[in-house]
């Protein structure tokens, strides 16, 4: 069976029209339904003041402008967020510069600190060796030498009662040095041996003469 012919003239007139199916199908929405669509409407009341005929032959020109203004102020806004960031990011260069600068100069106080401390445990090491041979020297200046007083008891003019009792370590110092002699201290020992005859037989012999 043939189409009706009313429903070809309405099928023409739709396919010819398609901005009135839009606005039909826009008519036959629930608005409050959908969201968006009143949010557009919203917007677009904020700007067409006056629902008149001229206003809408208008309308398209007015949304246009309406989002090249939208956009202008987006690329504002976003110009101004570049901005923002280039600085953020002038200044995390910097914070960083700061910082290098900072490790470098850390990294110079630990190895100047590192040296200090392995100077001063040389030091120390110096001074405990040093301390050890002025130990060693006081040693051996008690054990092998005369003190002062022994030295003036045996080159005094006359004989006073120190005088033997220092002539008796001179001897007693000369009998030591074998002990030089054995651990291979030839040169000192040779040299306190000498040093300690001319005190037994020089000075002490003399006195001893002198007594006799």
Same mark, same amino acid.
């Given at each position: 069976?043939?189409? %009706?012919?009313?429903?070809?003239?309405?099928?023409?007139?739709?396919?010819?029209?398609? $901005?009135? #199916? /839009?606005?039909? /199908?826009? $008519?036959?929405?629930?608005?409050?339904?959908?969201?968006?669509?009143?949010?557009? +409407? /919203?917007?677009?009341?904020?700007?067409? /003041?006056? #629902?008149?005929?001229?206003? =809408? =032959? #208008? $309308?398209?020109?007015?949304?246009?402008? =309406?989002?090249?203004?939208?956009?202008?102020?987006?690329?504002?806004?976003?110009?101004?967020?570049?901005?923002?960031?280039?600085?953020? @990011?002038?200044?995390?260069?910097?914070?960083? %510069?700061?910082?290098?600068? !900072?490790?470098?100069? !850390?990294?110079?106080?630990?190895?100047?600190?590192?040296?200090?401390?392995?100077?001063?445990?040389?030091?120390?090491?110096? %001074?405990? =060796? +040093?301390? *050890?041979?002025?130990?060693? +020297?006081?040693?051996?200046?008690?054990?092998?030498?005369?003190?002062?007083?022994?030295?003036?008891?045996?080159?005094?003019?006359?004989?006073?009662?120190?005088?033997?009792?220092? !002539?008796?370590?001179?001897?007693?110092? @000369?009998?030591?040095?074998?002990?030089?002699?054995?651990?291979? @201290?030839?040169?000192?020992?040779?040299?306190?041996?000498?040093?300690?005859?001319?005190?037994?037989? *020089?000075? *002490?012999? *003399?006195?001893?003469?002198? $007594?006799?």
């Amino acid at each position: 069976m043939a189409p %009706a012919q009313g429903d070809g003239d309405q099928n023409e007139k739709a396919v010819a029209n398609p $901005l009135s #199916n /839009k606005i039909q /199908k826009i $008519l036959g929405k629930q608005l409050e339904d959908d969201k968006e669509l009143l949010e557009a +409407l /919203k917007d677009v009341s904020s700007f067409v /003041k006056e #629902n008149t005929l001229l206003s =809408r =032959r #208008n $309308l398209r020109g007015a949304i246009e402008r =309406r989002s090249l203004a939208v956009n202008s102020e987006f690329l504002a806004s976003f110009g101004r967020v570049r901005d923002s960031l280039a600085a953020v @990011h002038a200044d995390v260069s910097g914070m960083a %510069a700061d910082c290098g600068r !900072l490790a470098a100069r !850390l990294a110079a106080t630990r190895r100047q600190a590192r040296s200090l401390l392995d100077e001063t445990a040389q030091l120390r090491a110096e %001074a405990t =060796r +040093l301390g *050890g041979q002025r130990r060693l +020297l006081s040693a051996f200046t008690a054990a092998f030498q005369l003190t002062p007083a022994e030295l003036a008891a045996l080159r005094a003019p006359e004989v006073t009662p120190a005088f033997f009792p220092a !002539l008796e370590r001179a001897a007693r110092i @000369h009998g030591d040095v074998q002990l030089l002699l054995q651990s291979g @201290h030839q040169q000192t020992a040779l040299e306190v041996m000498e040093q300690m005859s001319i005190y037994q037989v *020089g000075t *002490g012999m *003399g006195n001893t003469y002198y $007594l006799a």
